[in-house]
């Protein structure tokens, strides 16, 4: 039975044909409506769910406890979490460590099955529940919650089995005669951390979820505010076949646990969504650790944005309302809490007047209110601190000279974090909610002179750290043009007329550079490639008679 996993390759496997997981609609009296509700109904009914720490298959249950509570109504919480410690962390690696030799070596075929599963039991067994998890945990409307815990997780996992199986089908392209080059894929050689955020559900569960598929062992932290979607993912995971100490669970002190991490020598990789300060502070960290790593490490990252629209006087009126029903879309859904988020917009002067009716009419509609309640287009902010630091940039919005809000910018934290859909206009272009990042629904308008577009487009480059998302509305190809090379380094997702967030699986790899990142583009195969050290194999077929070269004799 000791040989029972050693597995005769016997054919070349070809994986199910991938597209992107279908999105449901929730329409009122829809299959899917009724069957969000019920699992939103039993969710709340329930209470909060205790959740252990997962090492090894075992569940720990530490009795150091941290609460997540339900943004919506901030005194009600989703779930109990018993916290990691340096020890804990300790054993986790080891666990890992001792897992990854039988993990890696594991078919190709198999490792690919245990991902596809998950997505079809996503799909289908466990779609609505990580859904409501997502809703009262999180934040998220339906579209919102659907958009990203469901559709986007299955792509994730289903694309990234198809980029993995494209990569290993890459080898040398020449043989010289007698010889047979190959390349090997090979897990990192060590552990990964993976630190996921609370604003999508799909991140947390791609962070660990990519570098195991490539074959490594994966430590992942969860967001404090999003530990109950993160569970019920892990949890589907090992339902998926996922073997205990290839993937642990550790949600606990950032700092502790982290630091646990990076201070291991056998640490190879930090997968990172989050703020750009932390990101920072970990790569210091890993840096000054350099010279006690059994080899370099990979450090993968997206942290923040302050992205962009740009609007070009070459648009039309219907151009122009197209913008502002992009920009609502674009800065306000989920609250504006999304790394892409549209926070400031250029306006050129001769259409401000048409682009602040449209804004103003459509932003009259927006409902916002608890998750659960279906008719919201917004919801909450995920926590005090968040309220708070938002709360903040909006006073000083108030306070300013230079600025004036002309729509919301109410807050009430009596129930839920709730903030108002924000619109400033400020005629300073480097005020401090057009340079900062915010993370809610704060939007800034700067008004610019029609014939100055060269020069905006370098103040949309020189005005913050960033380099995220933007997009551009134009009408004319030339202006098209024009601008995209002008705006070339200012985001590494880049749009034309449409808004700055919404990038899908396999269809726009997501990631930017400058402040904003590493720029390794989640939804692709340069992801993965991160997560590989390749072998490079060289087989000799014929004997040679003797050392020297032709050239060797006179």
């Known amino acids: 039975m000791s040989n029972a996993l050693q597995t005769p390759s016997l054919a070349h496997f070809k994986l199910p044909a991938i597209e992107n997981e279908p999105m449901k609609n929730y329409a009122p009296g829809s299959t899917e409506r009724k069957l969000l509700e019920e699992a939103l109904t039993a969710m709340r009914a329930e209470g909060p769910l205790e959740v252990p720490v997962v090492i090894n298959g075992e569940k720990i249950y530490t009795g150091n406890t941290a609460e997540q509570f339900n943004p919506s109504e901030h005194k009600k919480a989703v779930c109990k979490f018993h916290e990691a410690d340096a020890t804990l962390i300790k054993k986790a690696i080891e666990g890992a460590m001792a897992a990854k030799a039988q993990w890696e070596a594991l078919p190709f075929n198999d490792r690919v099955a245990v991902f596809l599963k998950a997505a079809d039991l996503l799909s289908s067994k466990y779609r609505y529940k990580i859904m409501a998890a997502t809703m009262l945990g999180q934040g ?4 919102q919650a659907e958009i990203d815990a469901a559709a986007e997780l299955c792509d994730f996992w289903r694309f990234n089995c198809k980029y993995a199986e494209e990569m290993y089908h890459i080898q040398p392209p020449k043989n010289a005669f ?5 390349t090997e894929y090979r897990g990192l050689d060590g552990f990964v951390l993976a630190v996921s955020p609370f604003n999508f559900t799909a991140i947390g569960g791609n962070l660990p979820s990519a570098p195991a598929l490539m074959g490594n062992v994966v430590l992942w932290k969860p967001s404090p505010s999003a530990v109950l979607s993160n569970y019920l993912v892990f949890e589907l995971l090992v339902e ?5 100490g290839v993937i642990q669970f550790v949600p606990g002190p950032a700092e502790e646990v982290c630091a646990a991490a990076i201070g291991h020598p056998e640490f190879s990789s930090l997968h ?7 990101f920072r502070k970990l790569w210091k960290d890993i840096g000054n650790n350099i010279d006690k790593y059994t080899s370099y490490p990979r450090v993968v990252g997206e942290t923040g944005g302050k992205n962009y629209h740009f609007l070009h006087p ?11 029903l992009q920009t609502i879309r674009g800065a306000f859904e989920f609250q504006g809490q999304k790394c892409s988020a549209c926070s400031r917009v250029y306006v050129p002067q001769s259409q401000f007047g048409d682009y602040k009716k449209f804004l103003l009419e459509e932003h009259a509609k927006i409902k916002q209110g608890p998750a659960h309640e279906f008719e919201h287009f917004m919801g909450p902010v995920i926590n005090r601190f968040a309220f708070d630091k938002i709360k903040g940039y909006i006073n000083h919005a108030i306070s300013d000279p230079d600025s004036e809000v002309i729509a919301g910018g109410k807050c009430d934290d009596s129930v839920g974090y709730f903030i108002e859909p924000t619109v400033i206009v400020t005629k300073n272009p ?19 002179e029609d014939h100055k577009v060269e020069d905006t487009c370098k103040l949309i480059k020189d005005t913050t750290q960033y380099g995220l998302t933007g997009a551009i509305f134009a009408r004319d ?4 043009v024009k601008c995209s090379n002008l705006l070339r380094q200012t985001a590494g997702n880049f749009y034309i007329n449409d808004k700055c967030t919404g990038a899908v699986v396999g269809q726009q790899p997501f990631g930017g550079g400058r402040a904003s990142g590493t720029n390794d583009k989640a939804g692709s195969w340069s992801l993965l490639v991160r997560f590989v050290s390749t072998r490079s194999i060289k087989e000799n077929f014929v004997p040679i008679d003797d050392f020297l070269y032709p050239s060797n004799f006179l």
């Open 140 to 143: 998220k409307n339906i579209w």
């Open 178 to 182: 007698g010889t047979w080059n190959r």
């Open 240 to 244: 998926a076949g996922l073997p205990p």
């Open 272 to 278: 990172y969504t989050g703020s750009t300060a932390v």
């Open 314 to 324: 070459s648009l039309d009126t219907q151009g122009v309302r197209h913008a502002a």
């Open 430 to 448: 480097l005020a401090k909610t057009m340079v900062e990042e915010i993370f809610g629904p704060v939007t800034t308008i700067y008004v610019y």
């Open 477 to 480: 190809r030339e202006s098209i």
